[in-house]
């Protein structure tokens, strides 16, 4: 029995080796956690977009201007077509157009109808007021004539009657002039109205015929016919345009640039001429060297009906190739937002989050031991250690003070401590 409980007393001893089993799972042996041996090298983080390659200089294409309202596209020359000088690449409808000459020739024609009648009736009135005015004119006359002033032949009141009947002849005749003065300074006045009517019709009516010759957009010179994006969308036949406003474009294909597009949550530290590199889908064998040349104000959607936005990227490429670059083809970009050079860099994985602080457990005289770090840019799946670690320093990739599962999957069964950014995807 003795030999037994001394042999008993021995594996107790021995313990430290074995793992020890509790209720929640075997405890996690220094074998059983993966280590990172920490150095400095140089920390490069990068940011992937993708987008379309389209000329630096290009012909803008739009409705013409001068044209009131919206206009209607008819018809369009097919996308990425090969166009001449003075070859017609734009048709609008000229629906509008041809309804407001109608609507100008109808109120002209009006305007001229009223302006006929009221000259006919004026010359009515004046008529009719001239021969108020002459018959005025021969009672005056014939009470002037036989007027009774003898008053040895007349009586006082029939004295007094004919002064009376000359008085009232005289001011008929001044009343007559008066009115066909006035009658004849309003219907100029009717007729200067509807002479101003008359020439909004017209103005109307060479406005429309105006616009009728302007339904054509014709190329200013050779090249490839490029429909532009209008709020998302390609403009087609029955799009709705307004004057001035882009719809195709003829690049010059001399010098090439690359519109890209960065996830608004990848875009920190995003500013002009940081290098990229580039690569086109069509030749992924290839790589052009780039430069930011303009990053967007604001983040917008691609499509408004993805709630997902993007900061807009303009690359200028070091170099353009015509033989295999062309408009509209669809580009990967590689844009560096940060590189440091001798630094401290570990895996994600290798910090966590314990009692609000940010710590790595580091492998020291046999035993993890916890230490605080302060860590400083971030990329995806590493991130730059500023204090708290020094090169050589071994560090758990997963917590030790944590069990394992039962199972033997050597995964974490749990615990209040975990990596310092949860969910972050890890690439070292």
Do not use: C
Request: aromatic share 4%.
């Amino acid at each position: 029995m003795l030999g037994v409980v001394g042999l008993l007393a021995a594996g107790v001893g021995a313990m430290p080796a074995i793992r020890n089993i509790g209720a929640m799972g075997r405890t996690a042996h220094i074998a059983d956690v993966p280590i990172y041996e920490v150095r400095r090298d140089t920390f490069v983080r990068r940011v992937y977009a993708e987008g379309n390659l389209e000329a630096a200089q290009a012909t803008q294409l739009s409705p013409p201007g001068g044209v009131r309202g919206p206009m209607r596209i008819a018809w369009l020359a097919p996308d990425g077509s090969q166009v001449d000088a003075g070859e017609v690449v734009i048709r609008f409808d000229p629906t509008d157009m041809e309804k407001k000459l109608e609507d100008g020739l109808s109120a002209r024609a009006t305007a001229d109808s009223r302006i006929r009648q009221k000259q006919v009736r004026e010359d009515a009135q004046i008529r009719n007021l001239e021969r108020d005015a002459d018959l005025a004119a021969i009672e005056m006359d014939h009470a002037s004539e036989f007027q009774s002033k003898d008053p040895e032949i007349f009586s006082r009141m029939e004295i007094i009657e004919s002064e009376i009947d000359g008085v009232l002849a005289i001011k008929k005749k001044e009343h007559a002039a008066d009115e066909r003065d006035i009658q004849e300074e309003l219907t100029q006045v009717e007729l200067d109205l509807l002479a101003i009517e008359r020439r909004k019709a017209q103005l109307q009516i060479q406005e429309a015929e105006s616009e009728l010759q302007k339904l054509e957009v014709q190329a200013p010179h050779e090249g490839i016919f490029v429909l532009k994006e209008m709020w998302g969308d390609l403009p087609r036949v029955g799009s709705m345009v307004w004057s001035m406003q882009p719809v195709a474009e003829i690049p010059q294909l001399d010098v090439m640039q690359a519109k890209v597009f960065v996830l608004e949550v990848d875009a920190g530290g995003l500013v002009d001429g940081i290098p990229a590199t580039l690569t086109l889908d069509a030749h992924p064998g290839r790589t052009f060297e780039a430069t930011v040349k303009k990053v967007d104000a604001l983040a917008m959607r691609r499509n408004r009906r993805v709630p997902v936005q993007y900061f807009g990227v303009l690359l200028e490429l070091a170099e353009t190739d015509p033989e295999v670059m062309k408009p509209g083809q669809r580009v990967q970009a590689m844009l560096v937002l940060e590189e440091l050079e001798d630094v401290l860099a570990v895996p994600r994985q290798a910090i966590f989050d314990k009692d609000g602080q940010s710590v790595a457990y580091v492998l020291r005289d046999g035993e993890f031991k916890s230490v605080p770090v302060e860590s400083g840019a971030s990329a995806l799946g590493r991130m730059v250690i500023t204090s708290g670690l020094e090169a050589g320093d071994r560090v758990a990739l997963r917590d030790p003070t944590r069990p394992l599962r039962d199972d033997g999957g050597g995964g974490d069964g749990g615990g209040e401590s975990g990596p310092a950014t949860p969910g972050a995807r890890a690439s070292l």
